[in-house]
């Protein structure tokens, strides 16, 4: 893999769920990147489908939440939708998952994020998605829903990718 360029490692659709795994090198340190990642407030500034992103805490657990507005399109067609995800953090490990809280449209979603160094003073970050639409779609659709997650999970490293650059330079 070459630096800054984003590597779909593998994209796996399994009893209605998609799976898509990539990865991306930089030169920026391993604490740098999980800080850009943890900056809730940030992350409209720095990936392009995310329109709003506030953090919130679950009034029973304090568990960490992040509400987001998200931006689609396909086709002609745009528009946005709101997420409510469950927020996992391990600093230590620099490690980041998200879990769906409710969605009108997903089943289930899980978006995690692995930062760890590299060779040659390099920093590996790792981005899986997995997502269960709430209707399985035919087979047609779903070759297309298949690309649409691919290329959102290289949009999102490629987005990591220039912010991290922009933060190096």
């Known amino acids: 893999m070459e630096l800054g360029n984003v590597e779909i490692e593998s994209l796996t659709y399994t009893d209605g769920c998609f799976t898509v795994q990539g990865c991306l090198l930089s030169r920026a340190a391993p604490e740098t990147v999980y800080q850009v990642l943890t900056d809730y407030e940030a992350l409209p500034r720095v990936f392009h489908n995310i329109d709003e992103a506030e953090l919130r805490y679950c009034g029973e657990t304090g568990q960490k939440q992040l509400a987001q507005t998200c931006k689609w399109a396909f086709l002609v067609f745009s528009g946005t939708f709101v997420t409510e995800l469950n927020v996992f953090e391990d600093a230590a490990a620099r490690q980041l998952t998200f879990s769906l809280i409710e969605s009108a449209f997903m089943k289930e979603f899980v978006g995690s994020w692995e930062v760890r160094p590299a ?41 990591l990718s220039r912010e991290l650059d922009r933060r190096t330079a």
């Open 119 to 159: 060779v040659n003073g390099l920093c590996e970050v790792r981005h899986r998605l997995s997502v269960r639409p709430v209707v399985a779609p035919p087979q047609k659709i779903g070759d297309i829903s298949a690309k649409i997650f691919k290329r959102q999970v290289a949009g999102l490293l490629d987005d």
